[in-house]
């Protein structure tokens, strides 16, 4: 059962009750979205890399599709091109979606909502999409990403999609050098990603979380 919640910075959210979980933070969903995949995810790469022009992103669950709105807002701006690709074993609708999508969207943003799952779009000059509905379990893009944006719900909700195995299946799809980010702060996490051999940095989180982490792929 989703509830729809409004957020304290004025986006909106859903309550999954059988989980007992929340799609985003209280605190802000625009807020928290942001912040972790497109400053401390993005924003961190281009920056430390500022030759790459073009980057594959993967994230682990659409959710609501907000941040795959922001990453093509941020490519547009810093004028990077994002091949971006999603994974949600059970999508909303479009309905669902809809009642909390941001106030202002343009034609193209609407577009990433409610595209065609199974095939890749060209939304912008700077930003294609393909949604896949599937079980993480089934994918197998070895060494394919620049980018990880880790969305699952939060460890006491689904602690299957934070064991060491699925934690390891989602690193295996980073390039060299790739980086994996997500709100999650747990140390159970961070120390499964140590022993994987990837370099993590506990670092300040958003608004409601005092860390997240980000890691690099060795």
């Not at 547009?76 to 809809?98: A, F, G, M, W």
């Not at 602690?159 to 159970?188: H, N, Q």
């Not at 994987?196 to 670092?203: E, F």
């Amino acid at each position: 059962m989703l509830e729809k919640i409004l957020t304290e910075d004025g986006s909106y959210s859903f309550y999954n009750s059988v989980l007992n979980e929340t799609y985003h933070s209280k605190k802000g969903a625009l807020t928290e979205s942001q912040y972790v995949y497109i400053l401390k995810g993005l924003d961190f790469m281009i920056k430390n890399k500022p030759n790459m022009k073009e980057l594959k992103v993967f994230e682990m669950g659409f959710g609501t599709g907000l941040n795959a709105v922001l990453a093509k807002r941020f490519a547009e701006l810093n004028q990077v091109k994002l091949s971006y690709t999603s994974i949600d074993k059970y999508p909303l609708t479009d309905h669902e979606i809809n009642s909390v999508k941001l106030k202002t969207l343009s034609k193209n943003e609407l577009n990433i909502l409610h595209s065609d799952w199974g095939k890749t779009i060209q939304i912008s000059l700077f930003f294609n999409l393909c949604k896949i509905k599937d079980d993480f379990l089934n994918t197998n893009y070895i060494n394919s990403f620049d980018i990880i944006f880790y969305d699952a719900f939060a460890y006491h909700a689904q602690p299957m999609m934070w064991s060491k195995s699925i934690l390891k299946k989602s690193t295996d799809l980073l390039k060299k050098d790739g980086i994996w980010v997500s709100y999650c702060s747990k140390g159970i996490v961070r120390r499964i990603m140590e022993n994987i051999g990837h370099t993590v940095k506990k670092i300040p989180g958003p608004p409601g979380k005092r860390e997240m982490l980000r890691v690099t792929k060795n």
